[in-house]
């Protein structure tokens, strides 16, 4: 069992910056790849990025360039630092750990982004 706890969402303007954080607790040794998806009303949750246990990273287009994902193995936490952020960046945030059979997500957190 993994337990993931988020923090770090909140209100912000556009063009303004937000850093989740994401400290997983548990059985943590069996986790290959951790990650963040968003999901807005009526949609369909999506990935936003994700990191491997070797560091490889994985981004949609929408936020290339923008975003950036990171983790600190030694305390157990991985990190979404959002910049320049925009309306459409809107959504309930949550951080997933993938074991090989199985995906544990946290209970998310709220980004609002105003223009």
């Known amino acids: 069992q993994v337990h993931l706890v988020e923090s770090g969402g909140g209100l912000v303007q556009a063009g303004g910056s937000l850093r989740l954080s994401c400290a997983a607790s548990?059985?943590?040794?069996?986790?290959?790849?951790m990650g963040w998806y968003r999901q807005t009303p009526g949609k369909q949750r999506e990935l936003v990025a994700d990191?491997?246990?070797?560091?490889?990273?994985n981004y949609a287009d929408s936020v290339k360039g923008r975003f950036t994902i990171s983790r600190d193995n030694a305390k157990n936490t991985v990190y979404l630092q959002m910049n320049s952020l925009k309306p459409e960046d809107t959504a309930v945030y949550y951080c997933?750990?993938?074991?090989?059979?199985?995906?544990?997500w946290g209970q998310g957190t709220q980004v609002t982004v105003s223009s």
């Open positions: 990191i491997t246990n070797s560091g490889s990273t």
């Open positions: 548990g059985s943590i040794f069996r986790i290959n790849r």
């Open positions: 997933t750990a993938d074991q090989p059979s199985f995906r544990y």
